[in-house]
């Protein structure tokens, strides 16, 4: 083709050669379709524009990079690619959109695992109090933590503060609301973060109201926490986005709890989706989560054990530095298996319960106390 | 149970009795199966808890309602929920919590469609342009509209406003973004939106810069867009979440085009995910969009010819007299495409051809126009 057809387009800009990395399960038949396949996405994830009428630093580094490929146990192949880092501008909705944007829409692409370069690391520090702060503020320098949720929706603040009391009494390290509770009438936040701070004062236990709400108000409700002496937040960055909830991290100064709700279209189906490692995990510390919440196997969800320790070692193996977080799975909490629990996820770990809890009798103070026996009382 | 045992959680609020609706397929082996996930699902969306332990309004008004259950012809269920509108608290992300917040993470759920109850549809009024009002906007009062994006990635404003400028030479009537446009070095939002609004003053074409962004950054963005005179914006709810969409279509005053990165994780994938109709269409008519670019059928993407069709009734059917908003699929555009593709979405539509009008040539002035020539031309 003449250069008179070919527009031979490139960019002015001189890259610094920093590049960041992302790892993709393919599902393709032969060696062949996978290489096209994995050539596909890395056009798909950067210029999405005819690679032929490209050149020189756009054709070379703009376009991601097939940095290697390899046919999987399973049939399918694991390309990793490379890209640029300029591509980002230092904007976490569009490192999610490099590594997950028109890709999410193939279906037979799944993102497997993610990594930094210094200068993303740089920009994106991760969980701010991590597994060893937020032990700090809790008070717990080891063995799991205790934690459940304030619910049903329908009670008072005045009803949901009395029911942090009893929980704090029974030594509930981290008090949460439910993530349905939002700014309801029947319990505003601000009346809700009044009424459970000022009951929880004193007792030692963090209470983490659910700031998830809409545009500016979900930054403006975490700092109202941190006002009102709250000593965690909970968002979920499914509803807000992961932005959201690396601002919090960033500019509030409080512990964040991660909140899978609206999360869940990712968790891989078919061939498709993001693996728990990077979605429950890695993608969560880059986004400043201290804790996340997840759905225990065994449960109603349907994760498998070996998806759960996926999430566990996403959150707490290296990622460029970035400190670790604690996994915190929910569901299916029973006594018999408290031992199985602490085997899979380590010391580490936040026991979440929730309405089983409440199943235990009317004392909830009393019910907490044996679940903090049975968790504790195996260490 | 004894009362002392049964705490009867209840409300102090009287509820309004205003009802709103989402249909959810459910994957069940029998009837009874699959009322036993109805009523699950029921709690789970709702008060999370166990309902024996709920009383008065909380176990008859709080909890979701299963209002219909019914077997599909493809073996599964199809059932109806009716919720408080009460449990919203006007708020778009509690709204989605409600319509598919823990659901989105069970195995056998899928959500098919909402229904809004007046209040919600007076807090949620949808598209403000909507399709008679961007078509207003744009001059273009019947036929199908031609879009198609700025890129590739690495280009700078001056040669992005180049490109805007010959693509409006050639009769493209909205100009947008390349979604992995986002404020890089190389093409900075503000010089970008300065060069490409300055190049395309008086030739009625539009532009939409592409105003996702961290936080408040995308309001920030869209709010710029406005004063320099774009005559629309671009988001992917995906990445910012639908309620800062919503916000942009209530605040900033500018036709919304919504672009589907990294959403992809909700296209129906096994038995879960959101159906085309609901995801590609409700929901973003709810947060504002007025255009909603998808993959179309027949493309890399995968997605089949009944869910586009899907897509476009669902942007385009009642809906508590929200605005219907204009489809605008992309990929694989071709000449010979074009009569059925126009057959399946009708007049009301947005061809969003990509990479490959670039390949028709060097000269993209004339490669517009042969593209105006064959979507129009056939009207």
């Known amino acids: 083709m003449s250069r008179a057809a070919n527009p031979g387009y490139d960019t002015e800009l001189t890259l610094s050669g920093e590049r960041f990395t992302a790892r993709y399960r393919i599902a393709a038949g032969t060696p062949e379709e996978a290489e096209a396949a994995a050539r596909a996405l890395a056009v798909e994830q950067t210029i999405e524009f005819p690679a032929e009428l490209t050149a020189g630093r756009i054709a070379g580094e703009v376009v991601a990079r097939v940095e ?21 501008g230092g904007e976490l909705t569009q490192l999610l959109n490099v590594f997950f944007g028109n890709s999410s829409l193939l279906p037979n692409v799944r993102l497997l695992r993610v990594g930094l370069s210094p200068r993303l690391a740089a920009r994106f520090p991760g969980p701010r109090f991590g597994v060893a702060g937020l ?3 809790l008070g717990v320098p080891s063995g799991p933590l205790l ?31 439910d993530h349905g509770l939002a700014d309801q009438a029947f319990a505003p936040f601000e009346a809700r973060l009044e009424a459970v701070t000022r009951v929880l004062e004193g007792t030692g236990a963090v209470y983490a109201p659910n700031v998830t709400a809409p545009g500016e108000e979900t930054l403006r409700r975490a700092r109202l926490a941190r006002e009102a002496g709250a000593g965690a937040v909970m968002v979920a960055p499914g509803l807000v986005g992961f932005d959201r909830m690396e601002r919090i991290a960033r500019e509030v100064g409080l512990p964040v ?11 891989p189906k078919g061939e498709g989706g993001i693996a728990h490692y990077a979605l429950f995990g890695q993608l969560q510390r880059i986004a400043g989560a201290d804790a996340v919440i997840f759905p225990n196997h065994g449960g109603r969800f349907a994760f498998t054990k070996e998806e759960c320790a996926e999430i566990n070692a996403g959150l707490k193996d290296d990622l460029a530095g970035l400190a ?51 968790v504790r009382g195996t260490a």
Do not use: Q, W
């Open 257 to 267: 709890l991660s909140h899978p709700a609206f999360l869940g279209g990712f968790v």
């Open 147 to 177: 934690s459940t949720a304030l619910k049903p929706l329908g009670l008072s603040p005045r009803e949901l503060a009395e029911m942090a009391r009893r929980l704090a009494e029974g030594g509930i390290h981290l008090i949460k609301d």
């Open 135 to 137: 032990r700090r503020r």
């Open 324 to 374: 670790p977080a604690f996994p915190a799975p929910g569901g299916g909490m029973s006594l018999e298996r408290v031992p199985e629990i602490r085997a899979l996820y380590g010391e580490d770990l936040i026991f979440l319960i929730g309405g089983d809890l409440h199943r235990r009798g009317p004392d909830l103070a009393e019910a907490a106390r044996r679940f903090f026996a049975e």
């Open 68 to 88: 290697d490929l390899a046919e999987r146990e399973d049939g399918a192949f694991e390309a990793e690619l490379s890209f640029a880092v300029e591509l980002v």
